[in-house]
């Protein structure tokens, strides 16, 4: 299990963007791979705490972990977990003043992978309720199929960068660290192209842009802010570098009926006042279809009867579901038969329940 976040940097919960960079800055110097040669267990604290900014420096990441923890994150698509140490570098970096930070073994990156897009879809309540299949339009960039994502034309080759001798970075000193930052000619490619020997199809970007089809299965029991990851559905990276990831966030429109808190689900409805008073067999609608229900003798306006199992799909206990919470009113008719009124006049009488009496006008129209 992960330690706690805020443990890692030494920080305070409520500690704000400020304290928090800059306990970063105190930790990651104080961890430095290059700083601790002979400690064999300084990189993992150095990622350990790199991971921990990487959240709790992000207000999104940060309110959802203080709400659910490490969990939380994975759930919705997000982990901190840092790999390999350039990552880190490139990421934080310019906490220290430079592009990168990284020390002799960093070296030149190798091919970038492509970043993670991300899709937001709209869903009517009773889809996210019961599960739907989507299909939707991708726009992102691919492969130029003319030059295979060289950026070349056939038969053209690309020029060893002069500035940094192909490493696609150069080396400045600051301090007891030597700092890595990406070459400013070759930003970072270690070569570099004549304009003549560009594809003419993608114009030298390797890349050209195109709309991929993708079917999203939306599981029973989804909500607003559910993120749902499709690997390598993302944007393409450098030739021989992984493709990024995809995540469809979900937007789930409320419903006019049902109302959800997690799995379980919330309706009201009106009864009318000789089943409420006298019990009787009614049927109320759930997100599965009606149900029946029996009143008893004497139910109170706004008495609650919950249906257990008849709620949403748990998405984190597969094969359970919530419960389903009937709140019940009394219906008052509108328009009543003179017939009715009468009746009901009669029913106040012996319950000594004062109403108002007709007036004039309306016994004369009636």
Known sequence: MPRDYYEVLGIEKGADAAAIKKAYRKAALQYHPDRNPDDPDAESKFKEVSEAYSV??????RKIYDQFGHDG???????????????????????FGFGGFGGGRGGRRGPRPGADLEYPLRLEFMEAALGVEKTIDVPKHVHCDTCSGSGLKAGATKNTCATCGGAGQVIQAQGFLRIRTTCPACRGQGQSVNPGDRCTDCSGSGRI?????IVVKVPAGSYSGLQIRHPGRGEVGDPGAPTGDLYVTLDVRPHELFKRDGSDTYV????????????GKIRVPTVHGEEELEL????????VETLRGKGLARLRARGTLGDHHVRLVVDVPKKLTEEQEELLRKLADTLDVGVHEKGFWERLFG
């Open 56 to 61: 709790l420096s992000d207000d999104e990441k």
């Open 209 to 213: 842009r195109e709309n991929e089809q």
């Open 268 to 279: 009201t409805v009106p009864v009318p006042f000789p089943i409420m008073a006298l019990g």
């Open 73 to 95: 994150l994975r759930g919705r698509g997000f982990d901190p977990n840092f790999t390999d140490l350039s990552d880190i570098f490139s990421a934080f970096g310019d906490l």
């Open 296 to 303: 008893k003798h004497g139910t109170e306006s706004g008495h």
